[in-house]
C-alpha cells in the first residue's frame, strides 16, 4: 500500500510553516488546517502532491502570519523564535541549519509576509519561481523580482561569519561556563565589544525589554541573572549547539551567533510558552 503523500512530506510541511511563522506551535497548527484540506482533495487530480501540498501549507501561513502580525506590534518587549530541539543531524544540511537558526528566523521576521514567503520557498527549499508563484498567487517573474529583494535585505541583515560545529560548541560551553561562575571578566572574554543580547519574557518572565548593547553591560545583566540558583546544559537548538539554562528554577534557551570566535549576539528566550518543545527532538527536513 502505497504511504500518504501528506505523511511522506509532513516534515517539509512542518519546517516551511516553521520558517515563515517563527513558531513551532503555529506551525503545527497550519500543518493540521492542510490536512484537513488535503483530505478533501481528489488525489487523482493532483500531479505533484508535494508542490501541491507546499502551495496549500504556504498559503495557510501567510494567512496565519497576516493575522499574526497585530498580535505581534502588541508584544511586550522583544520578540523572538521559538526555539526547537533539534538533533545534530540538522547541521549536517548547512543550509537547512542555517535557514533554521535564530539568527535567520529574526532576521526573517522583519521581512513582509510575501517576501518571507518567497524567501524561504526559493532560497531555502529551491523552488522553481514557477510554482513560488503557484504557493503566493503571483506571476513567475513577480516571485523573481520579489525574491531578489528579499535575497537582497537578507544579506544586508544576516550574521556574515560561518564558524564550524565545533567552534560554535567550544564557545558556547567558555560561555555557559562563565555564566556559572557569574564574573564579569570572564563574560566579557567571550563576547565581542559589540555584543548584542536580545531577551524575549513576553510580559511572563522577567527579560530586557530592549536590545542590551556593548560586552560590559551585557556580562552585567547576565551575572546578575547567574547570581540565582543556576543551571545549565548543551543542547542543539535550530540546528546548532546551544544553551538551556535555568535560573532560579525557571527555564531559558540561549542562542548565540559566533563571528571570530567570540560572541556578536545572544538571544535569550524567557517566555514559558516558547519553551514547551526542548523536551523532544523536532522532525526538520528539506
Given at each position: 500500500?502505497?504511504?500518504?503523500?501528506?505523511?511522506?512530506?509532513?516534515?517539509?510541511?512542518?519546517?516551511?510553516?516553521?520558517?515563515?511563522?517563527?513558531?513551532?506551535?503555529?506551525a503545527?497548527?497550519?500543518?493540521?488546517?492542510?490536512?484537513?484540506?488535503?483530505?478533501?482533495?481528489?488525489?487523482?487530480?493532483?500531479?505533484?502532491?508535494?508542490?501541491?501540498?507546499?502551495?496549500?501549507?504556504?498559503?495557510?501561513?501567510l494567512?496565519?502570519?497576516?493575522?499574526?502580525?497585530?498580535?505581534r506590534?502588541?508584544?511586550?518587549?522583544?520578540?523572538?523564535?521559538?526555539?526547537?530541539?533539534?538533533?545534530?543531524?540538522?547541521?549536517?544540511?548547512?543550509?537547512?541549519?542555517?535557514?533554521?537558526?535564530?539568527?535567520?528566523?529574526?532576521?526573517?521576521?522583519?521581512?513582509?509576509?510575501?517576501?518571507?514567503?518567497?524567501?524561504?520557498?526559493?532560497?531555502?527549499?529551491?523552488?522553481?519561481?514557477?510554482?513560488?508563484?503557484?504557493?503566493?498567487?503571483?506571476?513567475?517573474?513577480?516571485?523573481?523580482?520579489?525574491?531578489?529583494?528579499?535575497?537582497?535585505?537578507?544579506?544586508?541583515r544576516?550574521?556574515?561569519v560561518r564558524?564550524?560545529?565545533?567552534?560554535?560548541?567550544?564557545?558556547?560551553?567558555?560561555?555557559?561556563?562563565?555564566?556559572?561562575?557569574g564574573?564579569?571578566?570572564?563574560?566579557?572574554?567571550?563576547?565581542?565589544?559589540?555584543?548584542?543580547?536580545?531577551?524575549?519574557?513576553?510580559?511572563?518572565?522577567?527579560?530586557?525589554?530592549?536590545?542590551?548593547?556593548?560586552?560590559?553591560?551585557?556580562?552585567?545583566?547576565?551575572?546578575?541573572?547567574?547570581?540565582?540558583?543556576?543551571?545549565?546544559?548543551?543542547?542543539?537548538?535550530?540546528?546548532?549547539?546551544?544553551?538551556?539554562?535555568?535560573?532560579?528554577?525557571?527555564?531559558?534557551?540561549?542562542?548565540?551567533?559566533?563571528?571570530?570566535?567570540?560572541?556578536?549576539?545572544?538571544?535569550?528566550?524567557?517566555?514559558?510558552r516558547k519553551?514547551?518543545?526542548?523536551?523532544?527532538?523536532?522532525?526538520?527536513?528539506?
Amino acid at each position: 500500500m502505497t504511504e500518504d503523500p501528506f505523511v511522506v512530506h509532513r516534515s517539509l510541511l512542518f519546517t516551511v510553516a516553521y520558517e515563515m511563522l517563527g513558531s513551532a506551535a503555529d506551525a503545527e497548527d497550519v500543518v493540521q488546517e492542510s490536512w484537513l484540506r488535503w483530505d478533501g482533495v481528489d488525489r487523482s487530480q493532483v500531479r505533484d502532491p508535494r508542490a501541491y501540498l507546499v502551495r496549500v501549507v504556504t498559503r495557510q501561513a501567510l494567512n496565519r502570519l497576516r493575522s499574526l502580525s497585530r498580535s505581534r506590534e502588541d508584544y511586550v518587549g522583544e520578540w523572538l523564535p521559538e526555539p526547537l530541539l533539534t538533533s545534530p543531524d540538522v547541521a549536517e544540511d548547512v543550509e537547512l541549519a542555517e535557514s533554521v537558526s535564530i539568527a535567520m528566523l529574526t532576521v526573517l521576521e522583519t521581512l513582509a509576509p510575501t517576501e518571507r514567503a518567497v524567501f524561504v520557498l526559493r532560497e531555502v527549499f529551491e523552488m522553481p519561481y514557477g510554482e513560488v508563484g503557484e504557493a503566493i498567487g503571483k506571476s513567475a517573474a513577480a516571485a523573481r523580482q520579489i525574491a531578489r529583494r528579499a535575497r537582497e535585505h537578507v544579506a544586508a541583515r544576516r550574521p556574515r561569519v560561518r564558524v564550524s560545529r565545533s567552534e560554535q560548541q567550544a564557545v558556547v560551553e567558555c560561555f555557559l561556563a562563565a555564566l556559572r561562575t557569574g564574573r564579569l571578566e570572564e563574560l566579557m572574554e567571550v563576547m565581542a565589544p559589540d555584543v548584542v543580547l536580545i531577551a524575549d519574557g513576553g510580559g511572563l518572565a522577567a527579560a530586557a525589554l530592549a536590545p542590551v548593547h556593548g560586552a560590559e553591560l551585557v556580562a552585567r545583566v547576565l551575572a546578575r541573572a547567574s547570581r540565582s540558583a543556576f543551571a545549565s546544559t548543551t543542547v542543539w537548538l535550530n540546528g546548532a549547539p546551544a544553551g538551556v539554562i535555568e535560573v532560579a528554577g525557571e527555564p531559558a534557551a540561549v542562542s548565540l551567533v559566533v563571528e571570530d570566535g567570540r560572541i556578536t549576539r545572544v538571544y535569550l528566550v524567557r517566555n514559558p510558552r516558547k519553551l514547551t518543545r526542548l523536551d523532544r527532538a523536532a522532525d526538520l527536513a528539506r
